[in-house]
């Protein structure tokens, strides 16, 4: 089956850097596209960035243009997100999703579990 494992959150101070990790397993990585969504506390859910299944196109939210960059390793199955910048509003628990767009938010059976992040000083 499906499976996503976040890893790389944490605790980071405002201004910080992190840089998450999804191992991706049961299913061929390389195949599809891969995104990562965000909840905040009391918010909705957030498409933050996508990529495609070849790496050759990328998304990303308004909010973190600039400051994100998606990447993946189509031979370690691995999804990756280098998040600098940080800022107080970006706390939130962060997901691994399959697919792109509304697709990847949709379709909680195909999420990890999630890493959060916090970034406090």
């Given at each position: 089956?499906?499976?996503?494992?976040?890893?790389?959150?944490g605790?980071?101070?405002p201004?910080?850097?992190?840089?998450?990790?999804?191992?991706?397993?049961?299913f061929?990585?390389s195949?599809y596209?891969?995104?990562?969504?965000?909840?905040?506390?009391?918010?909705?859910?957030?498409?933050?960035?996508g990529?495609?299944?070849?790496?050759?196109d990328?998304?990303?939210?308004d909010?973190?243009?600039?400051?994100?960059?998606?990447?993946?390793?189509?031979?370690?199955?691995?999804?990756?997100l280098?998040?600098?910048?940080?800022?107080h509003?970006?706390?939130?628990?962060?997901?691994?999703?399959r697919g792109?767009?509304?697709t990847?938010t949709?379709?909680r059976k195909y999420?990890?579990?999630g890493?959060?992040?916090?970034?406090?000083?």
């Amino acid at each position: 089956q499906v499976q996503l494992v976040e890893s790389g959150g944490g605790l980071a101070q405002p201004g910080g850097s992190l840089r998450l990790s999804c191992a991706a397993s049961g299913f061929t990585f390389s195949t599809y596209a891969m995104s990562w969504v965000r909840q905040a506390p009391g918010k909705g859910l957030e498409w933050v960035s996508g990529i495609y299944s070849d790496g050759s196109d990328t998304y990303y939210a308004d909010s973190v243009k600039g400051r994100f960059t998606i990447s993946r390793d189509n031979a370690k199955n691995t999804l990756y997100l280098q998040m600098n910048s940080l800022k107080h509003e970006e706390t939130a628990l962060y997901y691994c999703a399959r697919g792109w767009g509304v697709t990847a938010t949709m379709q909680r059976k195909y999420w990890g579990q999630g890493t959060q992040v916090t970034v406090s000083s």
